[in-house]
C-alpha cells in the first residue's frame, strides 16, 4: 500500500511538471547581485537584477553571513533602498569584516541563487555628491576678476572626524558648449577661475571621491550669466613674459657681443711698438 501511494504522488508530480512545462512555466532564472554601496561606512544597501520568473509568481530573499562565522542571516530591510534592494543599518554594519551576500529566487517550480557577492564596507563607500553648490562672480579692486565656486561636503559622510580624505571634481562649460572643462582639488571647498567667456551663461557640476571608494553622482547643474565686460585673459602674466623675455634678450646680446670681442682680442692681437736694444726715444724727439 504504501510502495502504491508513494508511486502515485511521484506520477502526480511527474504529471504536474510536465503540465507546467507544457504552459511555459519553468523554475526562475538565476538572479545577479549589482552592487553594493554605503555613503559613510556607517550602513550600506545593495542591489539585484532578477532573472526570468518562469511564467510564475517569485519571491527574492537575500541571505548572508559574515567571513569566519557560519550563522546566516537574511536581510534586515527590504523597504529603504527601493525595489530588489536590501538595507543594511548602523546594527547591522561592521567594517573591516567580509560579507558574504546571496540573493536567491524561488516559485513553485524551484529555487535559483546568485553567484555570492564578497563585500567589505570600508571599500564600497560611494558618497552623496557635495552640497550646497554655489556661483557668485567676484570684483577685486586690485585684482581681476574671478568666478567663486564654493560647496559643502556629502552630508551623509563624516569628513570631520578624519575617516575619509575626499577629492572633489568640478567640471564647467558655456551653456551651448558639448566638452566640459575640468578642475580637481583635495579637500578644499572653493575654486576660484579666472579665464571665461564674457557674456555666456556657464553650467558647473560637482562631485567627490572618498581615498577608498567610487566617484559620487554629480550634483545637480548650477548655472551663472557672465556679464559682456569680463576679462577673457589675465593680461599682467603676459607683460610679464614679454619683460622677462625682453631682458633674457638683452643679456644674451651683451654676452654675444664680449665673447665676439674676446676672439677679435685673440684673432688679432695689438702689435707691440718697435724696440732696440741701446736706442733712446727721447734723443729721437730731442733732434732738430
Known amino acids: ?113 546568485s553567484d555570492p557577492l564578497y563585500v567589505d564596507v570600508t571599500y564600497i563607500v560611494e558618497p552623496e555628491p557635495p552640497a550646497n553648490l554655489t556661483l557668485e562672480l567676484k570684483h577685486p579692486e586690485d585684482r581681476k576678476p574671478y568666478l567663486w565656486i564654493k560647496w559643502s561636503p556629502p552630508t ?57 571608494g567610487y566617484w559620487s553622482e554629480w550634483s545637480p547643474e548650477s548655472s551663472i550669466q557672465i556679464p559682456n565686460d569680463f576679462p577673457v585673459k589675465d593680461t599682467s602674466m603676459w607683460i610679464f613674459v614679454a619683460i622677462l623675455s625682453a631682458v633674457i634678450c638683452l643679456i644674451m646680446v651683451w654676452a654675444v657681443a664680449l665673447k665676439g670681442y674676446s676672439m677679435v682680442t685673440c684673432i688679432l692681437p695689438p702689435v707691440p711698438g718697435p724696440k732696440i736694444k741701446g736706442f733712446d726715444v727721447h734723443l729721437l724727439e730731442a733732434a732738430p
Open 156 to 212: 551623509m559622510t563624516d569628513v570631520k572626524s578624519g575617516w575619509f580624505i575626499i577629492q572633489y571634481e568640478i567640471r564647467l562649460k558655456p551653456e551651448k558648449a558639448t566638452d566640459w572643462e575640468t578642475h580637481f582639488t583635495p579637500k578644499q571647498t572653493q575654486l576660484k577661475i579666472f579665464n571665461l567667456y564674457p557674456g555666456q551663461k556657464y553650467l558647473v557640476q560637482i562631485r567627490c571621491k572618498p581615498d577608498h
Open 1 to 113: 500500500m504504501k510502495e502504491n501511494a508513494a508511486s502515485r504522488v511521484v506520477f502526480i508530480l511527474l504529471l504536474f511538471l510536465s503540465v507546467s512545462l507544457l504552459n511555459g512555466q519553468s523554475p526562475p532564472e538565476k538572479p545577479k547581485l549589482v552592487k553594493c554601496r554605503s555613503p559613510g561606512k556607517e550602513t550600506f544597501t545593495c542591489w539585484w537584477e532578477p532573472g526570468a520568473d518562469g511564467g510564475l509568481p517569485t519571491n527574492y530573499t537575500l541571505t548572508y553571513h559574515k567571513e569566519g562565522e557560519t550563522l546566516i542571516h537574511e536581510c534586515p530591510d527590504y523597504k529603504t533602498g527601493g525595489p530588489n534592494s536590501c538595507y543594511f543599518s548602523k546594527k547591522h554594519t561592521s567594517i573591516w569584516k567580509m560579507y558574504v551576500i546571496t540573493v536567491n529566487a524561488i516559485n513553485q517550480m524551484g529555487i535559483s541563487s
